[in-house]
Structure formats: C-alpha cells, structure tokens
C-alpha cells in the first residue's frame, strides 16, 4: 500500500499567518490526491481534489500544489474557524490511503 | 443538498454481527459510488471498503483488514448503502462514515456522512 507521510504532525500558528502542510507519497500518484479538513467531533469536509483543484464553496486561501510524490496544502491566511487536523488522501491505486493528520492549533 | 445519515452503530460484543445503513439523499444515489471510511477513536482514517453502481456491476473492493468479514451492499430503490460487519473483533472500534466517490474505479471523496460509533467490546 502507499504510504502518505504529512509533516508536520501537528503545527501552531497565528491568526493571519501562512501555512503549508506537507504530504509525501511513498510512490509516484500522478495528481490523484485530496484535502480534508476535520473539527472536533465532525466529519472530515473536503478542501482540495485532484491535488490542485478547489471544491465549490471553499475559501480561495485554500490552495493544493503537486504532483508525483510530494504535494502541499497552503492556507494563505489563517482564519479562527481553520483551526483544525488536515489530512491527504491518496486515490490512484488500491486500497486508498489517508496521511496520518496534521493538527493545526491557535498559537 | 447533498446529505449522508448513517444509522445502525452501538455496542456489539466481539464475534458479532452489526449492520450499517446509509441513508443519501439530495442526489440520484444509482449514479455515484460509494464508500466506507472508518476512524478509531483519537487516531487516522482508515478506508474499509468501496461499491460501484449497478452500472459498472455493483462490484466491491474491500481493505485486507476487513476483507472476508465485511460486506457493502446497496439498495437503489431506497438511496441506502449497507456495512455488514461479521466476526467483529476489538479493534473494528469506530466512528464509520459513509462517503460518496465522483469515480466508478477510485476511491475520489466529495461528501461524507457524519458518522456513527461501532464499539466493539465485551
């Protein structure tokens, strides 16, 4: 199966800073990946799909870059309500895999 | 609007049997995918198993942790996707979501339900 490391695991940051989360596939998955954001208690809402591509509805300080094996997630402008765990998926080949998260907390 | 309501989670000692229901709506529920996606308490997101529509045969692909002891199943009449859960052990412990795929052969997420709790426990 393919590995999906995130980095970091878990981030503090202030109000109006930005941010890059890191996800590093184990092997190539072309642009076959997703961002999802998950509160506390809720499921996880996608960001990002097809690495680079913004869901309907997401604010524009969300952007997804990369392809092959190495991907970011930037949030250009931290809001209150951002404060969350992210995760990337990969979904080029079987079974799908999730990175391990990223917790991103208020400084 | 696009809307996943699970039902069917609880208590369920190891060795048992537990069936999952997935109620969509807001969609032609026959067109799309559909997936299961469990997270164990405090930790990642693990995908269980994956059904196409009856279009591309209805066919399954299962995680090898569940493989042989899960089932998804679907009722297009109804909109409702099933997780037969079989000789359950301890460490099926989770929260499972139901999630909607925009692919017929990848596990491509859009929309998630908002999940009910399957404990596994004696």
């Known amino acids: 199966a393919i590995q999906l490391t995130q980095s970091p695991s878990s981030l503090s940051a202030s109000v109006g800073d930005r941010v890059t989360i890191t996800c590093r596939a184990s092997?190539?998955?072309?642009?076959?990946l997703a961002w999802y954001q998950q509160k506390p208690g809720k499921a996880p809402k996608l960001l990002i799909y097809?690495?680079?591509s913004l869901e309907s509805g997401v604010p524009s300080r969300f952007s997804g870059s990369g392809s092959g094996t190495d991907f970011t997630l930037t949030i250009s402008s931290l809001q209150p309500e951002d404060f969350a765990t992210y995760y990337c998926?990969?979904?080029?080949?079987?079974?799908?895999?999730f990175g391990q998260g990223t917790k991103l907390e208020i400084k | 609007e696009v809307q996943l309501v699970e039902s069917g989670g609880g208590l369920v000692q190891p060795g048992r049997s537990l069936r999952l229901s997935c109620t969509a709506s807001?969609?032609?529920?026959?067109?799309?995918?559909m997936s299961w996606v469990r997270q164990a308490p405090g930790k990642g997101l693990e995908w269980v198993g994956f059904?196409?529509?009856?279009?591309?045969?209805?066919?399954?692909e299962y995680a090898a942790s569940v493989k042989g002891r899960f089932t998804i199943s679907r009722d297009d009449s109804k909109s409702i996707a099933y997780l037969q859960m079989n000789s359950l052990k301890t460490e099926d412990t989770a929260v499972y979501y139901c999630?909607?795929?925009?692919?017929?052969?990848?596990?491509?997420?859009?929309?998630w339900g908002q999940g009910t709790l399957v404990t596994v426990s004696s």
């Open positions: 999630t909607r795929s925009t692919s017929q052969w990848l596990v491509r997420i859009d929309y």
């Open positions: 092997q190539g998955i072309s642009s076959a």
């Open positions: 097809d690495a680079s």
């Open positions: 807001g969609f032609t529920f026959g067109d799309y995918a």
């Open positions: 998926q990969q979904f080029n080949n079987y079974p799908p895999t």
């Open positions: 059904i196409r529509s009856k279009a591309y045969g209805g066919t399954t």
